[in-house]
T-cell receptor, first 116, second 112 residues
Framework: GNSVTQMEGPVTLSEEAFLTINCTYT??????LFWYVQYPGEGLQLLLK?????DKGSNKGFEATYRKETTSFHLEKGSVQVSDSAVYFC???????????????FGQGTILTVHP | SQTIHQWPATLVQPVGSPLSLECTVE??????LYWYRQAAGRGLQLLFY??????ISSEVPQNLSASRPQDRQFILSSKKLLLSDSGFYLC???????????FGSGTRLTVV
C-alpha cells in the first residue's frame, strides 16, 4: 500500500535559518504530492503541491520538488520566521482509480519551532 | 467559493455520554468527505470517508460511527464515549477526482 515517511522532529531553528524537512514515499502508479501546515489549535492548510515528476510546488517562500527517481518531496525554505512555527505534513494522493481515487495518505508530521 | 464548517470547536463530555460532531460543505456538490482524528498534536488517523450520500467506508474498528444524511453533511457519532476517544477531530472534503483536501477548523474533544 501507499506510505509516507517524514523526518523525525521536532526541528528547532533560529530565525532566518535554512529549513529542510525530508519526505519520502512509497506508492503504486503516479501519485500527486502535497505539503500541509497546521498552526496551533487549527486545522490543516494546503501549503503546496506537485502533480508530476520534476514539478516544483512553491508558496510563502517554501518549495518542494517531486523527485520520482528518489521517491522524495523534501520541503525547503531559505529563511524561516517565527511565524513558520507549526506542524508540517507530507501527503500523497492515490491516483490509482476506483473509489479511493484522491484519498490522501499522510506522513506522521514534523513539529517545527523557530526561535527569534 | 467553497467553504467547510465544523462544529463545535471544543467539547468536554463525560465517559459514557453520546457524541455528535457535524461537518457541512458549501459551494460544491457531491464532495468526498473525510473524518480524521489527531492524537498528541501529531499524526492523523483516517476514521471514515464517504463518496456519496449513505456511502460510508470505515478505516479502523472503533467506538465511533459516521453518517451522511445529505450530500454536503457528514456526521460523526458515538453512543457511549470512552476516555480514549479524546482528541482533535478534523473533517475534510475534496472534489471528486480532484486532488488535495480542504480541512475544517477541527473539534477538540475531551472525554472526562
Amino acid at each position: 500500500g501507499n506510505s509516507v515517511t517524514q523526518m523525525e522532529g521536532p526541528v528547532t531553528l533560529s530565525e532566518e535559518a535554512f529549513l529542510t524537512i525530508n519526505c519520502t514515499y512509497t506508492a503504486t502508479g503516479y501519485p500527486s504530492l502535497f505539503w500541509y501546515v497546521q498552526y496551533p489549535g487549527e486545522g490543516l492548510q494546503l501549503l503546496l503541491k506537485a502533480t508530476k515528476a520534476d514539478d516544483k510546488g512553491s508558496n510563502k517562500g517554501f518549495e518542494a520538488t517531486y523527485r520520482k527517481e528518489t521517491t522524495s518531496f523534501h520541503l525547503e525554505k531559505g529563511s524561516v520566521q517565527v511565524s513558520d512555527s507549526a506542524v508540517y505534513f507530507c501527503a500523497l494522493s492515490d491516483n490509482a482509480g476506483g473509489t479511493s481515487y484522491g484519498k490522501l495518505t499522510f506522513g506522521q508530521g514534523t513539529i517545527l519551532t523557530v526561535h527569534p | 467559493s467553497q467553504t467547510i464548517h465544523q462544529w463545535p470547536a471544543t467539547l468536554v463530555q463525560p465517559v459514557g455520554s453520546p457524541l455528535s460532531l457535524e461537518c457541512t460543505v458549501e459551494g460544491t456538490s457531491n464532495p468526498n468527505l473525510y473524518w480524521y482524528r489527531q492524537a498528541a498534536g501529531r499524526g492523523l488517523q483516517l476514521l471514515f470517508y464517504s463518496v456519496g450520500i449513505g456511502q460510508i467506508s470505515s478505516e479502523v474498528p472503533q467506538n465511533l460511527s459516521a453518517s451522511r444524511p445529505q450530500d454536503r453533511q457528514f456526521i460523526l457519532s458515538s453512543k457511549k464515549l470512552l476516555l480514549s476517544d479524546s482528541g482533535f477531530y478534523l473533517c475534510a472534503w475534496s472534489a471528486y477526482r480532484a486532488e488535495g483536501y480542504t480541512f475544517g477548523s477541527g473539534t477538540r474533544l475531551t472525554v472526562v
